[in-house]
């Protein structure tokens, strides 16, 4: 590495980094109650980069030989060759480590036949939970990763990250009608994290309960209305409306919405906005980045006013920021990027009873699919999949899953009332980015957006 | 690729391996991949990655039994060790008795030349491909003063090698090779921005559009969309343009792959030889098309690629299906097979939505007061049911003449409600990509807004 940094690497550019990664993925699928899949996968590799101004040169390899490291340096290097000074300099790293997730037994090392017992029992689980349960898909996926990260600037830092992610998945029928319904969880936690507070029986006869439900719900609303969204999950709001748009490349480039809007009021001031790489044993958490900068809390709003960015190491010294210990790369083939972690919104004073109450009209929503946002224009949606009518400030009928659309800088200004109940989601989220999957987090307290526009089909 | 190709042998000495440890059956897929990618932003090179991966995946059966494995370390060691857990695996996991390796008999036995590797002719330098990506932006930010910023364009290729065997002795390679070129420039006026792309991908070089073509249309597609805003919430008709076409296309074949049909999570189950879309719709997965991205010679189990009517005249003729799936269903695999590195999985290969007569701007001109999408956003699709509502962006068709843009608006309906209210289909097909098909009009859609 010294070698490589020092020889291959050295003098002519701003930043250099070499990250080596072993990981091993396991993946078991109980089907029909049946054992449909059992795979392990074993991957490991190198990946090189040199940074010059804005450039970067990123070489990897998953054969780590010193020759293939030194190619893939003299790759690297050739196009973040510095021609004259920049005067920026790398920023050098610092701060220690988080201790975020040590683990007696990590979940790739649980023996199989208790993984499998676990997976039987839930499937027994769903299938009880309601007759017209017609189909049980239970997973369980577990990851290693162990990486090393070498810096230009002398910094060597390594971090052992444990994974697991449980799902239940079914189909409901009756009458012909089919729906799907579906519940997970996990983090950096052992397996026996599911047989804890009932985790595991819990999953099961929510994923019944969200199919079950869905079977008798009648169609969406289409038009503006007032949302109120539940804790939890529904914070994946946060992620699409406001997240991605405060990462720190689209700033630098100002193809963000809310690029140069630092210190300007983005939300109503009941809201406060954080990403926090840092709470024990959370599927977002980190010990350090992928740039090896230890993880942090940022304060992305602060009552409603816009007061930070997620920095990687490159955008924050273009920036002449701090790094924030949001650089992160789905594996040693991808150069990292400003990512979230988990991020959240913190709690407020309102009972959440309340809060319906004070909806004569409108959309209860309280779990969700996937969102996706277009940064540059700022429009965001994410899918409801369980919500229900609001009507004079009782919730009502459950409504057929519809895609709630918004735009990031005025969506949270609309926020009117904010409850005291934030709770952070079950562990489930994995972001994409330019081709680039990462898991986070996300979090929410129960909120009310004065119009936001519902996709449904009823006019 | 380059002289140093990995020997197919490797592949057959890890099933004779498996054999010897007790697997009845066993198949595996090698793939050797070389990635370049370089991209530019306002005329500066931004990133520049080389890369080069190796995967080898093993699939074993012990009995009815299965289980798999994968690894990027090819060294002796790590192999044997893919070996033994996979057969270790198997054992755990329980007897199916729809599982097992196709009959051999039915395995290709001439795997057919698609010219999906560009031979001979020198690759480009770094540089020279740098500079495609610089005009391509180039041409973007010159031809309009609102295109004022850019997220880059970027010029890629790929050269991989797959090879596919089974511990019946079957063993056969080939080679793909792909290029690309893509620009995301940013349009921006009276405070407000719009970013919009445009790319050109393909299996030979010199069949890629043209730099400045792509940076124009990418312009264009960005500035046609400043000054968007709501609509009033309506039920209307929905011209979908080709891009977006071709995604309801994709949803229609997830819908139509064998694990969705076995799991019962599909909205076209039991509609096999039922009406499914309007007459004029037809739908053909061909995977024999040379020069295609979506071609190749054989599936993942080694079986010959075809070409399958999926949809024929509104009526749904055949299902995707691997050799598992088709079991499950009673059915023949489709020689649909698909390989990474968890297992088989079904895929599409050139999935082609057949073009109709009417030109897109007639299919346009039909429409009274209705909504042109140009994007869709979100996952807001329910395979399960066919419920759909997903994000929009576009432009209002008044009078027949595309009008004014529209954004934050929402397209809801429901899959096979949407396929049998098909009115018009465009003769703007192009292979541009895996998934194809021309401008669709959809008679009735609610378009939610204000």
Redesign the interface.
Same mark, same amino acid.
């Given at each position: 590495m010294e070698r490589l940094l020092g020889g291959s690497l050295a003098g002519r550019v701003d930043d250099a980094d070499i990250y080596l990664e072993y990981r091993v993925n396991e993946e078991l699928v109980l089907e029909e109650n049946v054992v449909k899949k059992a795979s392990r996968h074993v991957s490991q590799g190198a990946g090189v980069r040199a940074q010059a101004e804005t450039r970067t040169g990123y070489a990897h390899t998953d054969d780590i030989s010193l020759s293939n490291l030194e190619e893939a340096a003299r790759q690297a290097r050739a196009i973040a060759d510095r021609t004259g000074t920049s005067g920026i300099l790398a920023v050098p790293s610092q701060g220690r480590a988080h201790d975020l997730y040590a683990l007696a037994e990590p979940p790739i090392a649980a023996a199989l036949d208790r993984k499998l017992e676990l997976l039987r029992r839930i499937d027994a689980a769903a299938r009880a939970a309601d007759p017209r349960i017609a189909q049980v898909i239970v997973s369980l996926a577990s990851e290693q990763i162990v990486m090393l990260i070498a810096t230009a600037s002398g910094w060597t830092i390594g971090d052992v990250r444990p994974l697991t992610r449980l799902n239940v998945t079914v189909i409901a029928e009756e009458n012909g009608k089919r729906e799907i319904g579906s519940w997970g969880g996990g983090g950096r936690v052992p397996c026996d994290f599911f047989l804890e507070e009932d985790r595991w029986t819990r999953f099961a006869t929510e994923a019944a309960r969200q199919a079950t439900l869905k079977l008798r719900a009648v169609e969406a609303p289409a038009g503006t209305m007032t949302v109120v969204l539940g804790p939890g999950w529904p914070g994946i709001l946060l992620h699409e409306a406001i997240g991605h748009g405060l990462e720190g490349d689209f700033n630098r480039k100002g193809v963000s919405a809310f690029a140069g809007r630092l210190g300007q009021k983005v939300a109503s001031e009941l809201v406060t906005v954080v990403d926090d790489g840092t709470i024990p044993n959370r599927r977002g958490s980190l010990n350090v980045d992928d740039e090896g900068t230890p993880t942090g809390r940022t304060v992305l709003i602060e009552n409603g006013i816009l007061t930070g960015y997620m920095q990687d190491r490159l955008n924050a010294r273009l920036m002449k920021m701090a790094p924030t210990g949001n650089g992160r790369r789905e594996s040693y083939a991808h150069p990292p990027m400003p990512r979230m972690t988990n991020t959240f919104m913190l709690a407020g004073q309102d009972d959440p009873e309340d809060i319906i109450r004070s909806v004569p009209k409108g959309l209860y929503a309280v779990t969700f699919g996937g969102g996706q946002v277009d940064i540059t224009s700022g429009k965001f949606v994410f899918s409801a999949s369980e919500a229900y009518l609001i009507e004079d400030g009782r919730v009502t009928a459950p409504v057929k899953g519809a895609t709630l659309i918004g735009n990031g800088p005025d969506a949270l200004v609309r926020v009117s009332r904010v409850g005291y109940d934030l709770k952070l989601d079950e562990g489930v989220g994995t972001c994409g980015k330019d081709g680039q999957s990462v898991p986070v987090g996300v979090g929410l307290p129960t909120i009310r957006i004065d119009g936001m526009t519902v996709g449904g089909t009823q006019v | 690729m380059s002289g140093e190709a990995i020997p197919p042998e490797l592949l057959t000495d890890v099933l004779r391996r498996a054999r010897a440890r007790g697997a009845t059956e066993a198949d595996g897929f090698l793939i050797e991949e070389r990635h370049f990618s370089?991209s530019v932003?306002l005329g500066?090179?931004?990133?520049?990655?080389?890369?080069?991966? !190796? %995967?080898l995946s093993l699939r074993v059966f012990a009995g009815k039994a299965s289980?798999?494995?994968?690894?990027?370390?090819?060294s002796r060691a790590?192999l044997e060790?893919?070996v033994d857990?996979?057969t270790s695996?198997?054992r755990?996991?329980?007897?199916?008795p729809h599982a097992g390796l196709p009959d051999p008999a039915d395995l290709v036995t001439a795997v057919p030349d698609l010219e999906l590797e560009e031979r001979g002719g020198d690759d480009l330098t770094?540089e020279a491909k740098i500079e495609r990506a610089r005009r391509a932006e180039a041409a973007a930010l010159e031809s309009d003063p609102r295109i004022t910023?850019?997220?880059g364009a970027e010029y890629w290729d790929r050269r991989a090698r797959y090879v596919y065997a089974t511990s019946h002795g079957f063993a056969q390679g080939y080679a793909t090779t792909a290029f690309g070129l893509s620009v995301s420039p940013?349009a921006s006026a009276n405070g407000?921005? !719009? %970013?919009d792309y445009w790319y050109s991908a393909a299996r030979h070089r010199e069949a890629l559009e043209d730099p400045a073509a792509i940076g124009r249309t990418a312009a264009r597609r960005a500035l046609r969309?400043l000054g968007?805003h709501?609509v009033r919430?309506?039920?209307v008709p929905v011209v979908f343009d080709p891009d977006t076409a071709a995604s309801l296309v994709r949803s229609m074949a997830g819908a139509a792959s064998g694990p969705a049909l076995y799991?019962?999570?599909s909205f076209l189950?039991d509609r096999l030889g039922k009406r499914i879309a309007a007459p004029a719709v037809t739908i053909v997965d061909d995977g024999l098309i040379p020069r295609a991205l979506g071609s190749r010679p054989f599936d993942g189990e080694g079986l010959g690629t075809r070409s399958t009517v999926v949809v024929g005249e509104g009526v749904l003729e055949s299902y995707l299906l691997d050799s598992y799936s088709a079991r499950k269903l009673g059915l023949r695999s489709t020689h649909h097979a698909s390989r990474d590195?968890?297992?088989v999985g079904v895929a599409t290969t050139n999935l082609i939505l057949k073009p109709g007569p009417t030109r897109p701007e007639d299919l346009i001109g039909s429409v009274k007061n209705g909504f042109y999408v140009t994007e869709l956003?979100?996952?807001?699709v329910?395979?399960?049911?066919g419920?759909y509502?997903?994000?929009a962006?576009g432009l209002w068709i008044e009078n027949g003449e595309l009008t004014y843009p529209v954004?934050?608006?929402?397209?809801?309906?429901n899959l096979l409600e949407m396929f049998g209210a098909i009115e018009g289909i465009g003769n703007d097909l192009r292979l541009r990509d895996r998934t194809v098909s021309p401008t669709l009009l959809i008679g009735r859609m609610?378009?939610?807004?204000?």
């Amino acid at each position: 590495m010294e070698r490589l940094l020092g020889g291959s690497l050295a003098g002519r550019v701003d930043d250099a980094d070499i990250y080596l990664e072993y990981r091993v993925n396991e993946e078991l699928v109980l089907e029909e109650n049946v054992v449909k899949k059992a795979s392990r996968h074993v991957s490991q590799g190198a990946g090189v980069r040199a940074q010059a101004e804005t450039r970067t040169g990123y070489a990897h390899t998953d054969d780590i030989s010193l020759s293939n490291l030194e190619e893939a340096a003299r790759q690297a290097r050739a196009i973040a060759d510095r021609t004259g000074t920049s005067g920026i300099l790398a920023v050098p790293s610092q701060g220690r480590a988080h201790d975020l997730y040590a683990l007696a037994e990590p979940p790739i090392a649980a023996a199989l036949d208790r993984k499998l017992e676990l997976l039987r029992r839930i499937d027994a689980a769903a299938r009880a939970a309601d007759p017209r349960i017609a189909q049980v898909i239970v997973s369980l996926a577990s990851e290693q990763i162990v990486m090393l990260i070498a810096t230009a600037s002398g910094w060597t830092i390594g971090d052992v990250r444990p994974l697991t992610r449980l799902n239940v998945t079914v189909i409901a029928e009756e009458n012909g009608k089919r729906e799907i319904g579906s519940w997970g969880g996990g983090g950096r936690v052992p397996c026996d994290f599911f047989l804890e507070e009932d985790r595991w029986t819990r999953f099961a006869t929510e994923a019944a309960r969200q199919a079950t439900l869905k079977l008798r719900a009648v169609e969406a609303p289409a038009g503006t209305m007032t949302v109120v969204l539940g804790p939890g999950w529904p914070g994946i709001l946060l992620h699409e409306a406001i997240g991605h748009g405060l990462e720190g490349d689209f700033n630098r480039k100002g193809v963000s919405a809310f690029a140069g809007r630092l210190g300007q009021k983005v939300a109503s001031e009941l809201v406060t906005v954080v990403d926090d790489g840092t709470i024990p044993n959370r599927r977002g958490s980190l010990n350090v980045d992928d740039e090896g900068t230890p993880t942090g809390r940022t304060v992305l709003i602060e009552n409603g006013i816009l007061t930070g960015y997620m920095q990687d190491r490159l955008n924050a010294r273009l920036m002449k920021m701090a790094p924030t210990g949001n650089g992160r790369r789905e594996s040693y083939a991808h150069p990292p990027m400003p990512r979230m972690t988990n991020t959240f919104m913190l709690a407020g004073q309102d009972d959440p009873e309340d809060i319906i109450r004070s909806v004569p009209k409108g959309l209860y929503a309280v779990t969700f699919g996937g969102g996706q946002v277009d940064i540059t224009s700022g429009k965001f949606v994410f899918s409801a999949s369980e919500a229900y009518l609001i009507e004079d400030g009782r919730v009502t009928a459950p409504v057929k899953g519809a895609t709630l659309i918004g735009n990031g800088p005025d969506a949270l200004v609309r926020v009117s009332r904010v409850g005291y109940d934030l709770k952070l989601d079950e562990g489930v989220g994995t972001c994409g980015k330019d081709g680039q999957s990462v898991p986070v987090g996300v979090g929410l307290p129960t909120i009310r957006i004065d119009g936001m526009t519902v996709g449904g089909t009823q006019v | 690729m380059s002289g140093e190709a990995i020997p197919p042998e490797l592949l057959t000495d890890v099933l004779r391996r498996a054999r010897a440890r007790g697997a009845t059956e066993a198949d595996g897929f090698l793939i050797e991949e070389r990635h370049f990618s370089a991209s530019v932003r306002l005329g500066q090179v931004d990133t520049v990655k080389h890369s080069r991966e !190796q %995967r080898l995946s093993l699939r074993v059966f012990a009995g009815k039994a299965s289980a798999a494995a994968s690894t990027s370390d090819l060294s002796r060691a790590s192999l044997e060790r893919v070996v033994d857990e996979a057969t270790s695996l198997a054992r755990v996991t329980a007897e199916d008795p729809h599982a097992g390796l196709p009959d051999p008999a039915d395995l290709v036995t001439a795997v057919p030349d698609l010219e999906l590797e560009e031979r001979g002719g020198d690759d480009l330098t770094p540089e020279a491909k740098i500079e495609r990506a610089r005009r391509a932006e180039a041409a973007a930010l010159e031809s309009d003063p609102r295109i004022t910023n850019s997220e880059g364009a970027e010029y890629w290729d790929r050269r991989a090698r797959y090879v596919y065997a089974t511990s019946h002795g079957f063993a056969q390679g080939y080679a793909t090779t792909a290029f690309g070129l893509s620009v995301s420039p940013v349009a921006s006026a009276n405070g407000e921005m !719009q %970013r919009d792309y445009w790319y050109s991908a393909a299996r030979h070089r010199e069949a890629l559009e043209d730099p400045a073509a792509i940076g124009r249309t990418a312009a264009r597609r960005a500035l046609r969309r400043l000054g968007g805003h709501k609509v009033r919430s309506v039920e209307v008709p929905v011209v979908f343009d080709p891009d977006t076409a071709a995604s309801l296309v994709r949803s229609m074949a997830g819908a139509a792959s064998g694990p969705a049909l076995y799991r019962r999570a599909s909205f076209l189950l039991d509609r096999l030889g039922k009406r499914i879309a309007a007459p004029a719709v037809t739908i053909v997965d061909d995977g024999l098309i040379p020069r295609a991205l979506g071609s190749r010679p054989f599936d993942g189990e080694g079986l010959g690629t075809r070409s399958t009517v999926v949809v024929g005249e509104g009526v749904l003729e055949s299902y995707l299906l691997d050799s598992y799936s088709a079991r499950k269903l009673g059915l023949r695999s489709t020689h649909h097979a698909s390989r990474d590195g968890a297992g088989v999985g079904v895929a599409t290969t050139n999935l082609i939505l057949k073009p109709g007569p009417t030109r897109p701007e007639d299919l346009i001109g039909s429409v009274k007061n209705g909504f042109y999408v140009t994007e869709l956003i979100g996952f807001g699709v329910n395979g399960v049911t066919g419920d759909y509502s997903r994000g929009a962006v576009g432009l209002w068709i008044e009078n027949g003449e595309l009008t004014y843009p529209v954004e934050e608006v929402t397209v809801a309906g429901n899959l096979l409600e949407m396929f049998g209210a098909i009115e018009g289909i465009g003769n703007d097909l192009r292979l541009r990509d895996r998934t194809v098909s021309p401008t669709l009009l959809i008679g009735r859609m609610v378009v939610a807004g204000n």
